[in-house]
């Protein structure tokens, strides 16, 4: 078949590669447009983009898909169906009713549960034991799609959203290539998904990533968890935010209220509404990340150390 790919950040580079790779022709990448990124602020392109580039297939960055110039360059280009892995814009009807098969989204849920932007953060902060990725047929409704096929992946114990969404990203991949191969020879019918179960995952802000010590110390785990690696988890310490890494619950570490720190040679504890939770990596503001025992070490601070 003839695909046009949509997708922008790195997690959606193994489905590429693997369509790339196939019996089936990549004739575009849909991405968004180069952006200003990083502390210098300069313009970089999307990592899709880049993969384009480097592969020698057409890149089209509209600056949202429903520019009549870029409908019009997608009828030109025939293609049979457009896979879809994080693209970052809503596609409207008129473009989804070009190619001959739609657009199929490859989605890291088990939908319905967490539809929307985020669904890997929320399944970590939420305490999944179990979550999955699904490959729907995509329409005007936020990802209500009927569904061709679905995996599911276990979220291990230690996991970050970082981490769970890699392998997802991996398992997703050969999910969509096979879809798209069962679609090529008209082997595959999507089925609606149910009506109960349904939860949404909203876009997780610089706010929602700052670490709440009056939670109980397995909710302060599971937000740093689902935070990692952004937005970051983070707190507030001498009037400047303070980045953490993963953090690990120590029931025998010393008692402690709610976002009172205990500073010692080899390790760094925070206390919160139950066990005090122990650090592991911090990043003061303007610097590189660190070991939270070392940081620890060269504080020049008399009296109490606490976290807002």
Known sequence: MRIVFAGTPEVALPTLEALHGSSHEVAAVLTRPDARTGRGRKVSRSPVAAWADEHGVEVLTPAKPREPEFLERLRDLEADIVPVVAYGALVPPAALA?????????????????????????AVLNGDAMTGACVFQLEAGLDTGPVYGRLTEPVEPGDTSGALLDRLAVAGARLTLDVVNALDVGALVPEPQPEDGVSYAPKVTVEDARVRWGDPAFAVDRRVRAVTPAPGAW??????????????????????????????????????????????????????????????????????????
């Open 98 to 122: 070009i190619p001959r098969l739609g657009w199929i989204n490859l989605h890291f849920s088990l939908l319905p549960a967490w539809r929307g932007a985020a669904p890997v953060q929320h």
């Open 235 to 308: 707190t507030e310490f001498d009037g400047q935010r303070l980045r953490l890494g993963p953090v690990s619950v120590d029931p025998g570490g010393p008692a402690l209220a709610p976002g009172e720190v205990a500073l010692a040679k080899q390790a760094v504890h925070v206390g919160t509404a139950t066990d005090p939770v122990r650090l592991g990596e911090v990043q003061p503001a303007g610097k590189k990340p660190m070991d939270a025992a070392a940081w620890g070490r060269g504080l020049q601070h008399a009296g109490e150390v606490r976290f807002a």
